[in-house]
């Protein structure tokens, strides 16, 4: 049974105060919340203080972006090895914004995979199409291109070390969601996809979604079958919003288990 994951993509907002305020505020009713799983990911120079504050809750951290390089004359880059060693579980690959406004290609997100597989964290592979392509009805395409430069690297079955968010570009930060049945049916695609390949790792997979993901949709969107949780931007820096977002996946698995 696939365990409903949550987890909150802070971006390059808010500062170490406001950073440990909001956890502050979320971390006494996550606890309160056993059945699914819960993540951060806050800006890199926040990763140590937000682990520190963490330490005794089930809520894990993650980062949003690292390397393609081991190590190195590589200004500015941060490594496999040094998120692993500041405690993150997870690390987010291929954002949409850091292919849009980065210039990251399929080949650096999947080195990026290689990468954080390699330091033992749990990478979280963003796959989703822009409008036009959505428009012009090549949402399918563009994901299988996404997914497949990824297994081509490292394997189907190294997806079962990761999760997929399936984030559609313009539904990120506009307001805009995917109904509960677009998610549903680019989430069954990507789990056929896996599926064709092998089928256990496919079972298992999590395909999270992502893009404007609020209180108030998240209980549909978690109901849907292929839909195993959110990755959360905007939501994730507003308290009541975060908790709500995570209570409705605790009733999702519930839900499941019964
Ligand atoms: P929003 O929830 O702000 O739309 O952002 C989604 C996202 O990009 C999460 O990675």
Known sequence: MRVKLVAGNWKMNGSLA???ALLKAILPPLAALDRAHYAVCPPFPYLAAVGQALRGSKVQLGAQDLSQFDDGAYTGAVSGAMLAECGCRHVIVGHSERRTVFGETDEIVAAKYAQALKHGLSPILCVGEVLGERES?????VVARQLDAVTARCGTQALSR????YEPVWAIGTGK??????AQAVHAFIRGRVGAADRRTAEALLILYGGSVKAGNAAQLFAMPDVDGGLIGGASLVADEF??????????????RT
């Open 137 to 141: 009805g090549v949402t399918e395409t």
């Open 18 to 20: 406001s950073s440990q």
């Open 162 to 165: 990761g999760v997929v968010a």
């Open 243 to 256: 908790v709500a977002i995570c209570r409705a996946a605790q009733s999702a698995q519930e839900t499941v």
């Open 177 to 182: 969601t995917a109904s509960p049945e677009q």
